[in-house]
């Protein structure tokens, strides 16, 4: 047996494609009945737009981790914050699955590590894709979703949205048992 279904390919990546990423998605989550979406959104720019499209869906927006730029600060607008909660979005903050250990040793001795490897590897197919493992892993780790239910990740590069994956999550620390299914949409450049 065999399933066919389409992949979109944006000639850019990049904020531009945030509501196309989004309506595809949705479409998708729709097509399958997939009800956990997980969305990075470090300012709220993207989460507020999912919190909207996804109403009434297991919403978990990754914020990212605090300090990341500046010690004990995030990122996420507050007036972003409220209008996702108020649509019935989680928000996290969590360390990055693929970095954050593996990025102080880095800084401090000159050496990658496998974390970085992994990102790195993942990049071939797209910042986004990169992302959406990740913060897939990372939401898993929060208990936001389950890793018993397939889930559509949303990423992009650096700025609003252009990648969305359906994935089989996993947590973190059994990230090979995870299993990207399908890619929903991705900059082809």
């Known amino acids: 047996m065999s399933r066919e279904s389409k992949t979109v390919y944006f000639d850019e990546p990049g904020k531009a494609n945030t509501d196309e990423t989004l309506r595809l998605a949705k479409e998708r989550a729709d097509e399958l009945g997939i009800r956990n979406i997980v969305v ?8 507020v ?43 996290f903050f969590s360390t990055h699955a693929f970095g954050t ?17 992994i990102a790195h590897v993942l990049r071939r197919f797209s910042q986004g ?28 590069s650096g700025g609003g949205s252009d990648t969305a994956i359906v994935l089989q999550p996993s947590n973190t620390h059994t990230f090979f048992d995870s299993k990207v299914l399908e890619i929903i949409c991705k900059p082809r450049g």
Do not use: W
């Open 40 to 47: 990075a959104s470090y300012t709220g720019y993207t989460g």
């Open 129 to 156: 894709v990169k992302v959406g493992c990740e913060i897939s892993c990372m939401a898993a780790d929060a208990g936001l979703i389950m890793t018993d239910e397939e889930a559509i990740a949303i990423g992009g």
């Open 49 to 91: 737009k999912a919190s909207e499209v996804f109403k009434g869906y297991n919403l978990v927006i990754s914020a990212g981790v605090v300090g990341f730029r500046e010690p004990n600060q995030h990122r996420m607008d507050p007036e972003a914050r409220a209008k996702i909660e108020a649509n019935g979005g989680k928000i």
């Open 101 to 117: 250990l593996g990025r102080a040793v880095n800084r401090r001795f000159n050496t990658i590590q496998v974390d970085e490897i």
